[in-house]
């Protein structure tokens, strides 16, 4: 229970530094009270989570297959997103990563842990640091800086700003524009308490990459092609561009109000602003290259050896998007109606975390602690016309039913601004905000013995789910869209109990056990969260049911952690909206009943050979799997009217996307006197699988769209992913000057420049119609991949003062 002290060593500068000596650990002299001869092995972290750190980030790879929601960034108890660790870390705040199976007050950790950062524990350490970086993935330079100060009167100051720029060396049409600035301010009280506060102002610009399918790759011969750019007068253009600036503020106070009570306070608010352009087509052709109708696939004959051939040949007319063609089309028309379009999907995040904690020491071995928390998240959604491609206006209306025979006559998507002409910069389409509104509070009990500990947490609270519309569709007029929909209101709950025996001051075992029950995102709580009110049908909480067990070994120069876990998760929802082809209308999928069974082991262990040299390894294996076979509801997304009545889909057994029966990493570092550093480790993940359709598997699609039962095998079965493996290695060279040191690092990632290994890779909801004469045929639509990055390098100097 600290929330002050001297830092007994500079904060973690890994990009400047990263390979540190390591020096052994001070042990207090053992004492009357035998308590303190087994607490550090008692208070283990997570072993596994800190040696196998971004190792496995050539793949997309869950740990233990859990939802990233269950290992979440807390910032003093709030939750924020990945991207502000970074700053934060330069800010000089503590880290550490948190073993799931201990409970924490203020946020109930249920999953594989969480990361939690702390801006109170300790002062920041005078002094700055430097670096220059030229990398060849995602950008090409960078430079960042930080500065910490001491100021009169207690009071503390610390600042950075970093800066990203350039064009990934790899993948056209990525790149990265990217600043963020950071401040830390704080102060420490006369009675050793301390307040700080900290905004982070993170802007980038980026140009992304998509995924495609195998044909694709093949035909442009690289792993590395991206079909969301096109050359426009000469130069690329990307269509998929993330711009965002999203400014983060917290602040934070910790101290004693009492002789064993300690209090900690946090209010942190994060806004601003996330647009994502794509290209839009009314009442078009897609301008997608890679589209199934512009494939050699699709064609037989003379087309298929003429497209084939230009395909091969890499006709960036066809290749990739043709910009000026869409000029052209657009500039044709007669009325000057848009064919084509670049808008963007704009959300502006509004969230609001306060939260108050109290840890009071009953006894040496007695600690209660409770915590209340308050979460506040109104997200506002909305569409902006960003360029028109030359077309003189486009009118606010739905161009998807255009065509429709029911609904033609129903086409505002703005009743109360009827035919209104957009220009660029202006919002259409749909304009909503989203609510989910929770107060919950936490409790947790620890007793220590000598070798014996017991904890016990839990924590319950009330939330409120809803969405306000800004535009009364005609589809869905009055209260349908417009206004507030129903509320949605739910009891989630969490409860975690954990006893461990230490067996010497290096040997622990440790078991625990959860249940809780979580709130659905909002987006699945929603038929057309876009532009309709309507709450899907008996929603209800996502539970899930956990148990670990863990043994921990320490010692001087040796750490091991072994754990065994089992989860259960039952009554998930997922609500998606795709084209189905089945019934040639835009649908909305409800899924119900998702369940989920995760089991395996966990071991990470470290090991110090000499002052200089040190190993470290972790492995995980375990099976993930669907447990049930879920419901399904499809609903037309015009009318809300009933295409499917909870029809089963058929996923047992099936493994979810993102997951991995074997994840191993082994490394070693050695660190010189003369200042020569050196890290290499090698990454396997195996037993990876395509994410599974749930629509696919249903009775609806199975068996009425199969007309063979080779065709019906190729909707049940699912398609399993090469293995990945990756060496990665860093060297540098460190010199001291005086108090200060100048570092050179260069890392490489793929050493051995795999460019087949897949990312990640997904089953399309829709079906493919194929025709024969007057007969149709249906097969499922191609695997969507994204491809591993290969061979890719980062060169760092560094000068820390």
């Not at 500065?147 to 009071?155: G, T």
């Not at 589809?475 to 129903?486: M, V």
């Not at 929603?526 to 070994?553: C, H, I, K, M, W």
Request: hydrophobic share 35%; aromatic share 12%; charged share 25%.
């Amino acid at each position: 229970m600290r929330c002050s002290g001297a830092l007994a060593q500079a904060f973690d500068d890994e990009p400047y530094y990263p390979f540190a000596p390591y020096e052994e650990e001070r042990m207090p002299e053992l004492e009357s009270d035998s308590l303190l001869f087994y607490r550090a092995v008692q208070q283990a972290d997570d072993l596994w989570a800190e040696v196998s750190a971004f190792r496995f980030s050539a793949v997309s790879y869950r740990r233990r297959g859990e939802d990233y929601a269950l290992s979440p960034v807390l910032l003093e108890g709030a939750e924020v997103s990945w991207r502000y660790l970074t700053a934060l870390r330069r800010l000089q705040a503590e880290t550490r990563y948190v073993a799931g199976a201990r409970p924490q007050v203020g946020r109930l950790s249920v999953g594989t842990g969480a990361t939690a950062v702390s801006l109170t524990e300790y002062d920041p350490v005078p002094g700055g640091a430097l670096a220059l970086r030229a990398a060849t993935r995602n950008y090409r330079a960078g430079a960042e800086g930080s500065l910490a100060f001491e100021l009169p009167r207690r009071w503390h100051l610390a600042v950075t700003v970093d800066g990203r720029f350039g064009r990934d060396a790899l993948v056209d049409g990525v790149y990265t524009r990217q600043t963020t600035a950071a401040l830390r301010v704080g102060r420490r009280t006369r009675g050793d308490g301390y307040w700080t506060a900290v905004f982070v102002v993170p802007f980038a610009e980026r140009g992304l990459r998509s995924s495609s399918v195998e044909e694709a790759f093949m035909l442009r011969g690289s792993n590395y092609y991206n079909p969301a750019w096109g050359r426009q007068a000469g130069d690329v253009r990307n269509s998929r561009v993330r711009r965002e600036g999203l400014p983060l503020g917290i602040a934070a106070y910790c101290g004693r109000i009492g002789g064993s009570t300690l209090l900690r306070a946090s209010a942190a608010v994060e806004t601003g602003i996330r647009r994502q352009s794509s290209l839009a087509w009314y009442d078009a052709s897609t301008p997608r290259p890679d589209n199934y109708h512009y494939l050699p696939s699709y064609f037989t004959g003379e087309a298929f050896e003429a497209v084939d051939a230009v395909w091969r040949a890499g006709d960036e007319r066809y290749t990739q998007i043709d910009w000026a063609e869409l000029y052209r089309r657009n500039r044709m028309q007669p009325d000057g109606e848009a064919l084509y379009a670049l808008e963007d999907r704009v959300e502006r995040p509004l969230r609001m975390q306060t939260a108050i904690r109290i840890e009071s020491e009953v006894d040496p071995q007695l600690t209660v602690a409770c915590a209340l928390r308050v979460d506040y998240d109104a997200p506002r959604r909305y569409k902006q016309l960003r360029d028109l491609l030359g077309a003189g206006r486009l009118t606010d209306i739905d161009h998807f039913l255009l065509d429709d025979a029911t609904y033609s006559n129903r086409l505002q998507n703005d009743l109360r601004h009827p035919d209104r002409t957009v220009g660029e910069g202006d919002r259409f389409g749909y304009d909503y905000r989203t609510v989910r509104c929770e107060v919950a509070a936490d409790g947790v009990v620890r007793y220590r013995s000598d070798r014996w500990t017991a904890e016990f947490g839990a924590s319950v609270g009330r939330c409120v789910v809803r969405r306000r519309g800004f535009y009364e569709k005609e589809l869905f007029p009055g209260a349908g869209s417009y206004g507030g929909s129903s509320r949605l209101r739910f009891t989630p709950y969490a409860l975690r109990a954990s006893a461990g025996y230490a067996f010497s001051s290096r040997s622990y075992l440790e078991i625990s056990a959860s249940a809780s029950a979580a709130v659905p995102d909002v987006e699945d709580l929603f038929l057309q969260p876009l532009y309709n009110n309507r709450t899907v049908d008996d929603p209800s909480l996502s539970r899930r049911y956990g148990a670990e067990l863990g043994f921990v070994r320490t010692g001087g120069a040796f750490e091991l952690r072994v754990t065994g876990y089992l989860a259960a998760t039952r009554d998930g929802i997922r609500t998606t909206r795709f084209f189905d082809d089945l019934s040639y209308e835009y649908c909305d999928m409800t899924v119900r009943g998702i369940g989920r069974l995760d089991y395996g082991a966990e071991a990470a262990a470290r090991l110090r050979l000499t002052w200089n040299w040190s190993l470290s390894a972790a492995v995980g294996a375990g099976s993930h799997t669907y447990a049930t076979n879920p419901s399904v509801w499809l609903y037309t997304d015009a009318g809300n009217e009933l295409r499917a009545d909870g029809v089963t889909s058929y996923m047992s057994g099936l493994r979810p996307g993102g997951t991995a029966s074997l994840a191993a990493t082994a490394g070693v570092h050695y660190f010189g006197r003369s200042g020569w550093y050196f890290s290499a480790d090698a990454s396997l993940v195996a037993g990876r699988w395509v994410a599974p359709s749930f629509h696919y598997r249903t009775s609806r699609v199975a068996n009425q769209a199969s007309d063979s039962p080779e065709t019906f095998a190729l909707f049940m079965e699912q398609e399993r992913l090469d293995d990945s493996f990756t060496a990665d290695v860093s060297a540098g060279r460190m010199w001291r000057l005086g108090a200060s040191r100048l570092s050179v690092t260069l890392s490489v990632r793929n050493l051995l420049d795999d460019r087949r290994t897949v990312y990640s890779a997904y089953e399309s909801d829709r079906v493919r119609r194929l025709r024969s004469g007057a007969e149709s045929f249906y097969r499922p639509f191609a695997t969507s991949l994204l491809y591993a990055y290969g061979r890719s390098a980062t060169l760092t100097v560094s000068y820390k003062f």
